[in-house]
């Protein structure tokens, strides 16, 4: 079984995120990007599952700048066998994404397609969803256990309250949460070993797809700031303070 | 415009964060609602009678019993013929349904919607809530989800929906519901409490978090939370977690109990009226936030607290 891996380039995440001046997004520029984490656990799954015989091949994907050529890197150090780059410098929506992750799946003929459950630049939490949608299999979202089984997955999710599990039939598509496993560092020997994996460039266009927005950002502001309050002396001045708002027993 | 709000709901009773997607629907046009289900006449019933909603459209099938969005999504594309934009609350259930709803209308959706500017206009968090986008679709549909703590709830009463059967559904065979465990917990649920007291890994056990942080949230009635470090360091179950990747909550009164306070936990609770922390690190980036901070030992400090409020 061949198993799809879609990864996203996207500010990494001990960054903390700065507004640019003029509100037109998150500057970007001469700050450090890296696999968005939940992108980098379906990339942990899926080797996983090539270790346990599952899986034959893992082929990841990323749309995005030329430097995205970078992260699919990172996928083939971790253990992905090649990489497709579907290579644009326009920000590309969940929908459009999932209509070239569509055209890739057609192409490729995937068992499993294993997403993040959401970026953490957009934090949309669609484009596996939509993906689903589109090619008419089922989804088992905000995974915490994936267990492949002849014909069908069953995947355990995250949900409010606690856990489900569903049982798909294959070929399926997964996201991940961030219990599924702990991703594992690339070591030496495989990076140097993934510079000769395939990595193929194409563009939106090779699939046919249109990535014109949907969405127009108006504009971006920074979130509204919660000012500290004061300190209290000790646990009677706490209470006292409490009290005072009406929270008691 | 006509808007068709997705009804959760545990089989007997709407849920509240509900509520808060009808008061955004209501902002955009007339309010339908739908409730999908095996044997939910009682939660029609009382999805009918939330204030200001128009009509019920139910869908009562066992295909749709476990929310399954296999067999879900195409039963409101269907519907979404004659609305104008598809509203659900943005938990679990609603981010699982609704995306794979847009890709079939062929609409980009708008996740966690946090404000209603216009008609076609919203805001939303990105970034883990470290900026806020004001966008605005160009899709003729909409469809949305609506973060639960951003509207006030709709009220639960006063309303005379006109309850409708939906015939349509079947099971696509492709998806089924093997089981949950969901955690039973005599108090009141995180995204709802009106007082949450939230243990951070300064706890260092799981008998530390029952004994120090379990005291404190019975005597006050409140929903108990926790840090994902608490989680992640197994104190507590998952579902106790605060945070950008656990529940958004915007409680009156917040307690924050050994949790240092890392951005990720801010950007679930930063929204509560009134932020209480108690710390041992008088620098922890908790304090920013506090409205109430106190730089004590916990152990010591907590009993205390219980012991005299």
Redesign the interface.
Known sequence: MKILVPVKRVLDYNVKPRVKADGTGVDLANVKMSMNPFDEIGVEEAIRLKEKGVATEIVAVSVGPAKAQETLRTALAMGADRAILVQTDDEVEPLALAKIFKAIADAEGPGLVILGKQAIDGDNNQTGQMLAALTGWAQGTFASAVNVDGDHVSVTREVDGGLETVKLKLPAIVTTDLRLNEPRYASLPNIMKAKSKPLDVKSPADYGVDTAPRVKTVKVSEPPVRSAGVKVADVDELVAKLKAMGVHS | MKTLVWVEHDGSAVKDATLAAVTAASKLGEVHLLVAGSGVDGVANAAAGIAGVGKVHVADNAAFG?N???NI?PLVADLMGSHDAFVAPA???G??????????L???????VLSVEGPK?FTR???????????????AKLVLTVRGTAFEKAATSGGSGAIEAVSAGSD????????????KQDRP?L?SAK?IVSGGRALGSSEKYQEVIVPLAD??GAALGASRAAVDAGYV???YQVGQ?G?IVAP??YFAIGISGA?QHLAGM?DSK???AINKD?DAPI??????????DLFS?VP??TA??
Do not use: C, W
């Not at chain 2, 998806?175 to 955690?183: K, L, M, P, W």
């Open positions: 476990h399954l969005p296999e999504a938990t679990t259930t981010k699982n349904i609704a995306p794979r709803v847009a890709a079939l062929d609409v980009m959706q708008i996740s966690e206009t968090p990105i970034y883990a809530g470290n900026a806020i986008a004001t966008v605005e679709s160009s899709d696509a065979g492709i998806s089924s519901f093997v089981g949950a465990e969901i955690a649920e995204t007082i005597k006050l179950p998952n579902d990747t529940k009156e009164v951005i930063k009134t932020i209480v008088e304090f920013q936030v506090a409205d109430f901070g106190l730089v004590a400090a205390d607290l005299k409020i």
